[in-house]
């Protein structure tokens, strides 16, 4: 029990040097050692969530280093669910992906699952770490990773999205280690515990202000908060469909999650809304991301790039919700963490079943999709119905409390840009639901009893059940909303 902390990470890395060997003796071993690497820190998260919940915050400490000298993973309610949700999404879709890795690869198994491994071994690291240098190695452990599992999609985009993933990640990168360098420059620390501590008596200091503002554009440029969002679109929409499945989700949420780190833990709610009273101004720029990435939505003519757009806009809801000021916003916020992670993973999935039958998701290309893959569009339907904002989804509450949030604070134009911007996403949405299930191709038909009868084609049983289940726990996780707020949230911000 004592371990659980570190198994969340240590597991899913082992299995990635195994995964690595295991392709010189026999390459089918992959998958399974990739499949326990993650079953068991899967396992060891939803220890960790329960044991914070029950008795409070743990504190690990690395090697038996005490802080500020050694590295501590830091564990509270906040980071438990975090934990959780990118353990539990990595499995599910490594479950999912095991015939579309086949399909893509061209050979490459192996590799895949082990650069899919360390990709999610930096996430959780970022997550649980409470140092802020090792919060940067581990960044970069993630972005390295991406980089190379983008430019193993199309080959004749992929790469060049790789590139340009690269150039933005690296400027981001280097703004966050700016900031770190001048916080430790101001403290002579790296734990954030202790970072906060000594900080409460600079709050004046303009080294401080520095390294705030180094360290929100490095995130913001890691997170695609618009206009820092170039890279996002053809990185996700070129990549493998079984990593854009977990990096769609995930990337972006836990890049969110470090703002919200950094805000609380480190700089702390005095600093950033009576000191420098940048909270409207953050506001304002969210507003234009949540209509700016509505807007270029609905430009698109490809399915998956459709929803990249729609990522980014989905980024300004949890950026305006954090930076609001109130409790409402950042609950808000953070509950938008976890359903958009969901809703996003639950439509990535619709697609990816979509992409192995089809091989293609521009929407000239969808029609008839509800009589040939009928199971796979239920599915996309639930995740399009809660992105909207459809009640009882999980992505309707999160958005009544980030409105409730905006009309508390002021921010009307925030709480209209929400609005306006779900009304854009039924519009796109519905475009697509017309073209599959209106349009339809006579060759889409056989005859039987002289009637003709649209041919079924669906997706392997094994990416229709978990795409069944992420749709369906969209609706369970809104029902249990008010719990998850008042077990986790609220606990967590008082």
Known sequence: MDNYPVLIVVTP??????????????????????????????????????RVIASGTIQYRMAGWAPPIGIEYRIDLLNAMVLMLVSSVAFLNLIASYKSVEQETNDRAASFYTVYLLFVVGLLGVTATGDLFNLYVLIEITSLTSYAMVALGDRDRAPLASLNYIFIGVIGASFYLLGVGYLYMQTGSLNMADV??????????????????????????????????????????????????????????????????????????????????LSS??????????????????????????????????????????????QLGMTGAILHILNDALMTFAMFLAVGNIVYKIKDVDLSNLTGLFGKMPWTMAGLVLAAFSIIGVP??????????????????????????????????????????????????????????????IKIEEAPVSMLIISGLVSLSLIVVGLFSGTIVNTIILPFLK
């Not at 003796?25 to 220890?47: D, M, N, Q, V």
């Not at 017309?434 to 009637?451: P, R, V, Y």
């Open 13 to 50: 890395l082992l299995a990635a040097l195994f995964a690595g060997l295991a392709a010189w003796i026999e390459e089918r071993l992959s998958y399974p050692i990739a499949l326990i690497g993650l079953a068991i820190s899967t396992f060891s998260a939803f220890k960790v969530l329960m």
């Open 196 to 277: 906060s501590r000594i900080l409460q008596s600079h709050q004046g200091s303009s080294i401080v202000l520095t390294a705030f503002i180094l360290c929100m554009i490095g995130l913001w440029i890691k997170m695609a908060f618009f206009p820092l969002h170039v890279w996002l679109p053809n990185a996700y929409s070129y990549s493998p469909v079984a990593f854009s499945r977990v990096v769609a989700p995930l990337m972006t949420k836990v890049m969110i999650y470090i703002m919200i780190r950094l805000m609380i833990t480190v700089f702390g709610y005095d600093y950033i809304f009576k000191t420098l009273h």
């Open 281 to 326: 101004a953050v506001v304002w720029l969210a507003t234009i991301a949540i209509l700016a990435g509505a807007i270029m939505a609905l430009a698109q003519k490809n399915l998956k790039k459709m929803l990249t757009y729609i990522i980014i806009c989905e980024i300004g809801y949890m950026v305006g919700g954090a930076w609001m000021g109130n």
């Open 392 to 453: 009882p989804t999980c992505g309707f509450f999160s958005k009544w409390y980030l409105i409730l949030a905006a009309f508390e604070k002021g921010a009307y134009q925030f709480a209209a840009a929400l609005i306006i911007s779900s009304l854009i996403c039924a519009v796109l949405f519905f475009r697509v639901f017309e073209i599959c299930f209106f349009n339809t191709d006579s060759k889409d038909h056989e005859h039987g009893n002289g009637h003709p009868q």
